[in-house]
């Protein structure tokens, strides 16, 4: 009898080293997780992590509650920390899709109860696994576009598994105990786009609970709880069959492991929205620079947009922050206004502006029946001496294709951190995360993530 597709994944792998990674993948693996510690201290200021300490009172434990005083177990500090990572919307995106959310808060989260020194290297692996897996599971899975396009977040439903298999190669947990890891993952995959409707917080809590998920799942399995060992396969319960009953790919999940990291597909974010306005700030950006205008020179500016991209960023209704983040007329708006789309112009003050009202009232956002779900948006400025200027920006800045310089993503963890710690923290943080593959024990990281709030005075 052949293995199961769960076992033929769990020997995948717990037969991958560190060094099977080159060069190029391990550093960024180190920026992608300098960026969402940097997101992920800011985002510990935020009102869905405070609610979150509200509602869990932080309990006695060795795991940090990043950007805090407090400590609690594993389980609540990956929880608390994956909500600090989504929270502002700057967290990397392309995995599962918001990866480092996921994946980070839950290794972190489980360090301390290891019993033994963690290398840097051991950390970069498992976060590089953990990446693998949640994206394989969403390719496996139909692609992005089709498996949201049901109606599923695929951070909820993918990243279970990225954060469990991380978790367990952590605690080196053999073969058929991180399939077991990754069974029990699937029990804890869930989460739609329903928030998309009202603008409700539940999106930053699919990170949380999918880094909570997999610390669940791994440290259930590394005591020999079971978990079911067809769940990638085609029978009835079947995580495929369930999730996605059509357009399914099960074969993505093993085939040309190594050949790509999933890791080199993923974005780093320097607009603080969801990366689906990304290409349309981009765009209206690369119009006003190249034609040298002001946005007193706008007359209107005409949105053409895939039905997909249209259901998840269409939205102009502003009544949270989180309608203000996957709004793409916002974004365009605050650009305008604002010159820029960062963490002050999703504030209250920014998004609730008259002015703001007064340019969405010049945009006109139209489905484009000829577009697929996964094209970026064309973006028409018209000026006011009626000269118009039509821009599709295929690679948003932060993407593979046209990424941000490493100078500009350590900028943007300094200015965030900055949020809420001093700078001398913020340069040992800096300093230890970008040299952390020389690391025998990356403790003292830890150490560096609870702080106390700046004084506002």
């Known amino acids: 009898m052949s293995q199961s597709t769960l076992l033929q994944l769990a020997d995948l792998v717990s037969g991958t080293r560190f060094a099977d990674f080159d060069d190029a993948t391990r550093h960024k693996a180190k920026l992608h997780l ?9 985002g510990s200021a935020s009102a869905e992590t405070a609610l979150g300490l509200a509602a ?3 309990v006695s434990g060795a795991s940090r509650i990043w950007g805090t005083e407090h400590s609690s177990d594993a389980r609540t500090a990956a929880l608390l920390n994956g909500i600090s990572a989504h929270a502002l919307e ?3 995106s392309g995995g599962c899709d918001h990866s480092g959310a996921v994946v980070v808060p839950a290794v972190l989260a489980s360090l301390p109860y290891l019993q033994r020194r963690v290398a840097g290297s051991e950390l970069l692996q498992a976060i590089l696994i953990g990446y693998e897996v949640a994206r394989r ?44 890891a990754l069974a029990i993952a699937g029990s804890m995959a869930g989460g739609t786009w329903a928030f998309i409707h009202n603008g409700s917080q539940t999106k ?33 319960g079947g995580f495929f069959s369930t999730f996605m009953r059509v357009a399914s790919e099960p074969a993505a999940l093993l085939e040309n492991w190594g050949d790509f990291w999933r890791l080199n597909r993923c974005s780093i974010k ?11 700030i981009d765009a209206l950006d690369l119009v ?34 989180a309608e203000a983040q996957m709004s793409i007329p916002y974004a365009l708006a605050a650009r305008l206004e604002y010159g820029t789309v960062g963490l002050d112009q999703l504030e209250a003050p920014a998004w609730s502006s008259p002015k703001i009202a007064r340019w969405i009232e010049r945009f006109d956002l139209r489905i484009d029946p000829n577009m697929a779900d996964e094209d970026e948006p064309a973006i028409a400025v018209t000026t006011v001496d009626n000269s118009r200027h039509e821009v599709t920006v295929a690679f948003p800045l932060g993407a593979p294709q046209n990424p941000l310089s490493e100078d500009r993503i350590i900028a943007k963890f300094e200015a965030l951190c900055g949020r809420v710690m001093t700078r ?26 609870r702080c106390a709030p700046l004084s506002k005075g």
């Not at 300098?34 to 800011?42: E, K, N, Y």
């Not at 139909?142 to 952590?170: D, I, K």
């Open 204 to 236: 930053k809590l699919h990170s949380g609970r999918s880094a909570e998920g997999g610390v669940i799942a791994a440290d259930l399995a590394a005591v020999g709880f079971s978990g079911p060992d067809a769940l990638f396969e085609d029978v009835w």
């Open 424 to 449: 001398d923290r913020t340069e040992a943080l800096r300093d230890l995360i970008l040299a952390i593959e020389n690391s025998s024990d990356v403790a003292p990281l830890l150490d560096l993530m």
């Open 137 to 180: 599971v969403l390719e496996a899975s139909g692609g992005y576009e089709t498996h949201n396009g049901l109606g599923w977040h695929s951070t909820g439903t993918c990243g279970p598994f990225g954060a469990a298999a991380a978790v367990g190669v952590l605690k080196r947990l053999d073969a058929p105990k991180l399939a077991m």
């Open 90 to 92: 700057l967290d990397d």
């Open 270 to 280: 320097p607009h603080a929205t969801c990366r689906g306005t990304h290409s349309s």
């Open 288 to 321: 006003l620079r190249r034609e040298n205008l002001r946005p007193e020179d706008v007359a209107r500016v005409d949105i053409r947009i895939s039905r997909f991209q249209h259901g998840m960023c269409g939205g102009t209704s502003l009544r949270s922050r």
């Open 56 to 58: 869990f009172a932080p």
């Open 34 to 42: 300098l960026d969402t510690i940097g997101v992920a201290m800011a």
